[in-house]
């Protein structure tokens, strides 16, 4: 089955200063790539994700990459703000996200 | 539209005793899941419904048992409940995305 790797498991960054999170996975066949952001006590939250025939999303302050061949994605915050700090999860899916596989999660701290 | 609900938002239980976990949607999709989130390991699919009248197991679904009761509704039980199954519960619906609920928070003692 598919197996996602996402490093790193904490990651503390300056307000204002950029975050990136990546995962790795292993079923070339996957195709869709979604990132969830989850707050203390809440159920998890789809922010932004991407499907493999884009290499790049962006929303604002948030963005997304896909590298297929090397089969790795990777979430980035710019101008990082206190309440982007969550627990971030990647996850990979195929056929439009009906099964996903999800990554272990980072925790990220953004200081004022 | 209240999206995905669950209740119990939090349960306790001793060893051996039984509970049902609710879930319903109200954006009339198709696929509902049952997920279990434990420290370090992220959030792991035990069961899933692909469509009214279908379920399946996922990757942890030993101990557990669904029904899709209708399309709006996918209820999870535990028959004997073990310390193991000490988690936080979360369900989801999806079209092409997954939508997540609240959670419930389950302590085995």
């Known amino acids: 089955g598919e197996n996602v790797e996402q490093h790193p498991s904490t990651l503390s960054v300056q307000e204002g200063d950029s975050a990136v999170i990546k995962c790795t996975y292993s079923?070339?066949?996957?195709?869709?790539f979604p990132w969830y952001k989850q707050e203390l006590g809440k159920g998890p939250q789809l922010i932004i994700d991407?499907?493999?025939?884009?290499g790049e999303k962006k929303d604002q302050r948030i963005a997304v990459t896909l590298n297929k061949t090397a089969k790795h994605f990777s979430l980035h915050i710019t101008e990082t703000q206190p309440e982007d700090s969550a627990v971030y999860f990647c996850?990979?899916?195929?056929?439009?996200?009906?099964?996903?596989?999800f990554g272990g999660g980072t925790r990220l701290m953004v200081k004022p | 539209n209240a999206g995905v609900t669950q209740t119990p938002k939090f349960q306790v239980l001793k060893t051996g005793q039984s509970m049902t976990l609710q879930c319903a949607q109200d954006?009339?999709?198709?696929?509902m899941y049952w997920y279990r989130q434990d420290p370090g390991m992220g959030l792991r699919l035990i069961y899933y419904?692909?469509?009214?009248?279908?379920?399946d197991k996922g990757e942890v679904p030993n101990g557990y048992n669904v029904s899709r009761l209708n399309k709006r509704e996918f209820s999870l039980r535990l028959e004997s409940a073990a310390p193991s199954q000490t988690s936080v519960y979360f369900c989801?619906?999806?079209?092409?995305?997954?939508?997540f609920g609240p959670g419930t928070r389950l302590l085995v003692l």
């Open positions: 079923d070339s066949a996957s195709n869709y």
């Open positions: 989801a619906s999806s079209d092409e995305t997954q939508y």
């Open positions: 419904s692909a469509s009214e009248g279908t379920t």
């Open positions: 954006m009339n999709h198709n696929s």
């Open positions: 991407i499907r493999s025939n884009v």
């Open positions: 996850a990979v899916g195929n056929n439009a996200g009906n099964m996903l596989t």
